[in-house]
């Protein structure tokens, strides 16, 4: 508002500016133009000091670079000065040195001492050609220790422990140096030995020697001023467990309980924790620590199990062991097997040859024969050489008939099966009389239904004395009809062949000839 020009250079910036052109009017028409020429001066801006935080570890020393991170903003002063650091505050715990050409600090702490430390410097620019401006930080130290922890080990009576005692030290870098590893303080109960490639300390106690015993190490630290600390490793000996094996025999199919702890030598509590599942049998652990074995049926031979016992000790501490349970398992005679038989026959037929046998087994393998049969109710039975039975029913018996028999083993077990016969109606109609007298009604003995099944069949038909009277064979001609008896004689004893037999009671047979169906026989009344 009254004429005057403002301006405001970029930071930092130093040098002269553009022209800047004006004009000025006299409001009424006239104006004039002029130049302002500006030149920005140099000056000096103060470096900015960075704070540090560092680590060390006890014994050693540093060179902390605290420049490194400084800053000095862009101005002719020539930047951030190394040889102008110098200490404004001193450590606590330590002393500290300037390179005075580099700047860099050396800071070494305090024998002994571990935990924070800091001091305070200063840095400037270089300042040519304006005057030097500086600037304070502070660098904060950590002084580490490493830390040797104590140890606890168990072990069994008589057996070796063997120990990293290094290995949960508190070495964050790894500044414990190994080969320092010594044995300060023996045990008195065994003997130990170290390894300093590995940092693993061996103890062997003494022969039957159970309880605690101890043993004290020293090891020290890489660094400059070597440190060197102690730690104590105490081992437990836990008194010795002798789980034996067990060596116990069952006969086939027969359960056993076996008492795993009675050869077992222990001291404190033990349990029976776990059992493992055997080849060939089943098994139960009971509450009571009990194994109960049962064989699969009908096996015999050798399986194992492997059992597991836990231990605690007088200490609290426990132990697990595990033993192996050898069985044996010894063959028992089983008795054969015997499955029942079932035979369908049709009346007339003479009799059928049933093989008892064929379903019938022994689980041992052991050969089998029939040492009984009893008598069906109607019907005969006849035991064969080859093990077969030959069932002959009754004459004109229709229904269902049965008998026993007895099958043994070479041991002399036996077992009893049953066959079940069922003697149908035949499907073929015989009948039981007729009379060829010429009246046209009944002249020839015709069985129906049988050229019709039974293409193949042939016939003969007996006087009471057993003469042949009547011979023929159909020969397969299904369609055709057969030559039936007419009552004449036309076997090998021929009367008369055109004179009809005297009236009386005949016999006859009928073979099928179809590989498969047994003879028929039966009688027929012949009336003149």
Not at 3 to 27: K, Q
Not at 294 to 315: F, K
Not at 411 to 428: F, K, L
Not at 434 to 454: A, H, Q, R
């Amino acid at each position: 508002s009254n004429g005057d020009l403002i301006f405001v250079p970029a930071l930092n910036y130093n040098g002269t500016v553009p022209t800047i052109t004006y004009t000025l009017s006299d409001g009424n028409g006239g104006t004039d133009t002029a130049d302002v020429t500006i030149t920005v001066k140099a000056m000096n801006d103060a470096p900015k000091a960075e704070d540090d935080i560092v680590e060390i570890q006890e014994g050693g020393a540093i060179v902390i670079k605290v420049i490194e991170n400084d800053k000095d903003p862009s101005d002719p002063s020539g930047g951030i000065d190394p040889t102008s650091v110098t200490i404004t505050k001193p450590p606590t715990h330590g002393i500290v040195t300037v390179n005075p050409s580099t700047g860099e600090v050396t800071f070494t702490p305090e024998p002994g001492y571990f935990g924070p430390d800091d001091f305070e410097y200063m840095v400037c620019d270089i300042g040519n050609p304006l005057p030097a401006l500086c600037d304070v930080a502070t660098v904060t130290i950590v002084i580490k220790s490493f830390e040797l922890k104590n140890d606890i080990i168990r072990i069994t009576e008589d057996a070796t422990g063997v120990i990293n005692v290094l290995e949960n030290d508190n070495d964050p870098s790894s500044i414990i140096d190994k080969a320092s590893l010594i044995i300060t303080e023996d045990p008195t109960n065994g003997v130990v030995s170290v390894n300093n490639e590995t940092g693993e300390v061996t103890y062997t106690p003494n022969a039957d020697f159970n309880g605690e015993d101890s043993y004290e190490y020293q090891v020290c630290s890489t660094t400059t001023s070597s440190i060197c600390k102690t730690a104590t490793v105490t081992i437990i000996v836990i008194d010795k467990v002798d789980t034996k094996d067990d060596i116990v025999e069952t006969k086939e199919d027969e359960e056993l309980e076996i008492l795993v702890l009675e050869n077992d030598v222990f001291t404190g509590d033990i349990v029976v924790t776990g059992v493992s599942n055997p080849t060939n049998g089943s098994v139960i652990l009971t509450i009571d620590g009990v194994v109960i074995y049962t064989p699969n049926e009908n096996y015999n031979g050798e399986d194992d199990i492997i059992y597991t016992v836990t231990i605690v000790h007088a200490d609290g501490s426990e132990t697990m062991e595990t033993a192996v349970i050898t069985i044996t398992v010894t063959p028992v005679n089983d008795p054969p097997v015997a499955q029942d038989d079932e035979q369908v026959v049709k009346d007339g037929e003479t009799e059928v040859v049933i093989y008892i046998l064929e379903n019938d087994y022994d689980l041992d393998g052991d050969t089998l024969y029939i040492g009984g049969i009893t008598s069906p109710a109607d019907g005969a039975v006849i035991l064969n050489q080859n093990g077969s039975v030959t069932y002959i029913p009754n004459i004109a018996f229709v229904g269902v008939d049965s008998f026993e028999y007895e099958i043994c083993d070479s041991s002399g077990d036996c077992v009893v099966g049953t066959v079940t016969i069922t003697v149908e109606v035949n499907d073929i109609v015989t009948p039981n009389a007729f009379s060829p007298n010429g009246d046209g009604k009944n002249d020839f003995f015709v069985i129906k239904g049988l050229v019709e099944k039974y293409p193949n069949f042939s016939m003969e038909i007996f006087n009471r004395w057993g003469n042949v009277v009547y011979k023929y064979e159909h020969k397969g001609n299904a369609l055709g009809t057969p030559t039936w008896w007419n009552g004449k004689s036309s076997g090998r004893l021929t009367l008369n062949s055109n004179k009809t037999l005297p009236t009386g009671t005949y016999y006859y047979v009928i073979q099928f000839n179809d590989n498969k169906t047994p003879a028929y026989q039966n009688w027929v009344y012949l009336i003149k």
